[in-house]
């Protein structure tokens, strides 16, 4: 949203630019161009009048001033006669006299402008006037002819000629190159500067759209936690009145939730506490019954009753730890897993060894860095995956636990069993509570093991993963955070 905030603002301000920019600069173009045309059309105007006049002093006047401005200007003078193919002394015959526009200039007394492109302009502007005869040259001409005509015999005098005879064309051919720099310089300046003010619009839209966004980016910091299970993330009410208005709507819920969650686990963790007090009393009592009883068929009821009293006890137990691990009232602290492990499976050993299963211990060496996990977690998680695993191996199978890092910021724990595994739909479901499978030994179970292992994992920051075990059987696959590591979470 940030980003489509600034690219909104910066857009906005390119066409503010280029809305004031570019006509302002194709204004200054054309107003060279304009003045450029004009002076150079005086310039060639003032050269055919010298030129008009006729006489040797104008001619070299004209000469004088076509060297002038040869040097003065990017520019050139080239002069024809009216014959189009004669020089027109004391400057030389063009390279080109029989040029169109040459031939314009002198036959129909036509002015022509050629910038040498449509677009701008080409490397040369040329600018062709005609050149008239001066009436007082034409009348001095008139009156030495009379004179001598009337000398030589007296005869009609022919009609005189008109004033506006042409006898020559003048061409100014002037370079552009210096109006190429200085509409570089126009349209570049423009360019640089409408660059510095996108540069300054872009960063001050970053401020902007982060001023703007900062509620919105508050409100989803709240839900972040909030999802993450942390039901004490609140946001601050802070923006613009919708925002504020939606992040007190949000709190409310939050705070709402919170109470809710807080009341179920109080009760489920009060509930769980207050019977185990009574199933312990009702195991003893069952047991001192049983030790009382010589009848048979009495006996196998009462050891059936026992076995209940015990499933309800560890089911009892369970819900007990999930409350306290729902409640997070723990932080991680950094664990050596392979002495936690190895400690674990001396517990383990003796009742697998009643079935003749073997449990091995592979993968990495002593150097493993510490993991981060609450104080026993990590205890109960080991218990009941290897609960599990015995639960369901055959009698002389192999349950192999295996140590290894799973890179630079993560350890993985995996526990293979020998079983019957699971196919993907009950992998899927292995998690939720009350949901159990079926074992070996004939030996139910609460259904609270792996949904325990998952809860107590994802709160230390790791990731629990079930998978099938090459040969046969299931990979409960556990990753678990280092301590290197304590600011990152890891997905199942």
């Not at 999930?322 to 897993?337: C, D, M, Q």
């Not at 079930?466 to 409960?476: F, K, N, S, W």
Request: hydrophobic content about 45%; some cysteine.
């Amino acid at each position: 949203m940030i980003r489509r905030l600034i690219v909104s603002y910066v857009l906005l301000v390119a066409v503010a630019l280029a809305a004031f920019t570019v006509p302002v600069a194709f204004t200054l173009t054309a107003q060279l161009r304009g003045d450029t045309e004009e002076s150079v059309r005086r310039e060639a105007t003032t050269m055919a009048l010298l030129l008009g006049d006729g006489d040797e002093p104008a001619r070299q006047a004209l000469a004088r001033m076509a060297g002038a401005y040869a040097d003065e200007t990017p520019g050139t003078v080239e002069v024809v006669a009216a014959d189009g193919r004669s020089a027109m002394p004391p400057l030389p015959l063009p390279a080109h006299p029989d040029d169109p526009a040459f031939g314009a200039a002198l036959a129909h007394g036509r002015t022509t402008v050629d910038w040498g492109s449509r677009l701008v302009w080409g490397p040369e502007l040329v600018v062709t006037v005609p050149v008239y005869a001066r009436r007082e040259a034409l009348d001095e001409d008139d009156g030495d002819d009379e004179e001598a005509e009337t000398v030589a015999a007296p005869a009609p005098a022919p009609a005189p000629a008109p004033a506006d005879r042409i006898v020559g064309a003048v061409r100014v051919r002037y370079e552009t190159a210096d109006l190429s720099d200085r509409l570089w310089r126009i349209w570049g300046f423009r360019a640089i500067l409408a660059i510095g003010v996108l540069a300054v619009a872009a960063g001050l839209g970053a401020i902007v759209a982060r001023l703007l966004t900062r509620p919105l980016r508050q409100l989803n910091d709240m839900a972040s936690r909030f999802g993450d299970g942390d039901l004490t993330a609140r946001s601050p009410v802070t923006g613009p009145q919708e925002t504020q208005t939606l992040a007190r709507t949000l709190n409310q819920g939050a705070e709402r939730l919170d109470t809710l969650v807080a009341s179920q686990r109080i009760f489920v963790a009060d509930a769980s506490h207050q019977l185990r007090t009574p199933l312990t009393a009702l195991r003893l009592s069952l047991d001192n019954i049983a030790d009382g009883v010589d009848d048979e068929f009495v006996r196998e009821d009462v050891d059936q009753a026992t076995a209940e009293v015990v499933r309800m006890s560890r089911l009892v137990s369970g819900l007990l730890v999930l409350a306290r691990a729902e409640a997070k009232v723990s932080a991680p602290e950094p664990l050596a897993l392979r002495e936690l492990v190895e400690e674990r499976l001396k517990v383990w050993r003796p009742a697998a060894d009643e079935r003749g299963v073997a449990i091995l211990l592979t993968g990495a060496a002593d150097d493993l860095p510490p993991v981060l996990a609450g104080p026993g977690n990590l205890d109960q998680v080991l218990d009941n995956v290897l609960s599990n695993a015995l639960e369901v191996s055959p009698d002389g199978g192999t349950i192999t636990v295996r140590v290894e890092t799973g890179g630079p910021e993560e350890a993985v724990l995996e526990v293979l069993d020998e079983g019957p595994g699971m196919s993907a739909a009950e992998q899927a479901r292995a998690f939720d509570r009350f949901w159990r499978g079926q074992g070996l030994t004939g030996r139910s179970g609460s259904g609270l093991g792996l949904a325990i292992v998952k809860q107590l994992v994802t709160d230390d920051g790791g990731g629990v993963a079930l998978r099938d075990a090459p040969g046969g059987g299931l990979c409960v696959r556990i990753r678990l955070r280092t301590a290197a590591d304590a600011p990152r979470w890891i997905t199942p």
